[in-house]
């Protein structure tokens, strides 16, 4: 039976588990649940993830979830994992729970807070909030300058110094291309001071190709649906502009 | 990142509690099996507990706790509306811990029969409501039964430690108390530094 991965590719931890499987081979079915269509929130999905979030993965009988845990299960279970992505070496493992830790309060807490506030909420029901926004956007660019100072410093051109990327490279680079569908003005304020950043995301879009591209095309696409939904006069980011923007087919 | 804690194993440092306990487990052939499985599939849920947590209990709790009790004793302000943000947060990451963590015949996290890191992390977590007003704590955590209880049987899993080691947050909620009652009505920073840095 396979393995079978419930995600919705406008969820960053969920491009990191798909690109995840993708890369090393990992046979697999996606299972889309929209959250913008809170397909999160039926009976069905509930049983396999009660806490209602995703990404998910049932293999066989086993259901997990969160990305970090999932990986981890995968790298263990399926042989064609290669070391780098989770490495045998017991230090090196550590320094990779260090980083999949650090990011969820750091990272992924600012990026996400950021994002949901100043754009994407009303495609979840959520009003803008500007304050929320810019408290987000300071953790955000606080973590940018951490993962510059500590996490890439070193000889690798990855996270922890390493010439090969990690779990941690994957789910920390998924989260920050989650500003792609924020306004270029401001994408560019929070992101162009950094270009250790900049070349990692790189550096792991080239060591993943082509999935991580094609997985986060849909990214792209809400993008350009709201370029064009603004220039044409929709300045409110209402929740159907927004709607509209995640359900066009293009 | 200068928080706490933080290892340095002959010339290895690492941090975030996690990691280290993780880590731990793995190079001191003295662990018990229960603490982290060799088992894939319970090692990966207790992953999964692990990476809940931060988001949900720990971001809860700690929100809570600095801004309705502990903050002005590390140099910030009371701030209730972010103590009730806190609390709503704490008390739903409860609520998923009765019906979907606790579920199961274990007296332990993952229907366990004996407690692993994830019992050791969710429960010290919790037990930082102790320096919050008996009232407050009551009122947040009094609906919670299973998790009293599951709180009960982790710290008997480990005793005697468990009480050893947290006698400073019972230290700290008796001076509060004492300070509270003789008319310091404000938790200012210096009262409640005083009542972590005197000596009982």
Redesign the interface.
């Known amino acids: 039976m396979t393995l079978k991965v419930y995600a919705d590719r406008m969820s960053q931890p969920s491009r990191a588990v798909i690109i995840f499987c993708k890369i090393n081979g990992i046979e697999f079915e996606e299972v889309k649940i929209d959250i913008s269509r809170r397909q999160h929130r039926t009976p069905e999905f509930e049983e396999i993830n ?2 209602k979030k995703v990404p998910a993965i049932v293999d066989g009988r ?1 259901k ?7 990986m ?2 995968l790298a ?2 399926f042989p064609g994992v290669a070391d780098h992505w989770y490495p045998a070496d ?2 090196k493992r ?2 990779i ?2 980083v ?3 990011h ?2 750091n990272l ?2 600012g990026a996400a807070t950021y994002v949901l506030n100043s754009t994407l909420g009303p495609a979840l029901g959520r009003p803008l909030n500007p304050k929320a926004a810019a408290e987000g956007e300071k953790i955000l660019s606080e973590s940018l300058a ?1 993962i510059e100072s ?1 996490w890439l410093k070193g000889n690798g051109r990855f996270l922890l110094g390493s010439l090969q990327p990690s779990i941690a490279d994957l789910s920390l680079v998924c989260e920050i291309m989650q500003l792609e569908v924020v306004n270029e003005k401001d994408r560019d304020r929070i992101l162009g001071p950094h270009k250790k950043v900049l070349k990692w995301i790189n550096d792991t879009k080239n060591a993943t190709r082509p999935h991580f591209d094609e997985v986060h095309s849909v990214l792209f696409k809400v993008k350009e649906k709201l370029k064009r939904l603004q220039s044409g006069g929709a300045k409110d980011e209402t929740q159907s502009t927004l709607k509209s923007a995640l359900h066009s087919k293009m």
């Open positions: 009660p806490m086993f997990l979830f969160e990305s970090h845990a999932i981890i299960y263990y279970v017991l230090s550590a320094k729970h260090s999949l830790d650090w969820h309060s992924r807490h951490k500590v």
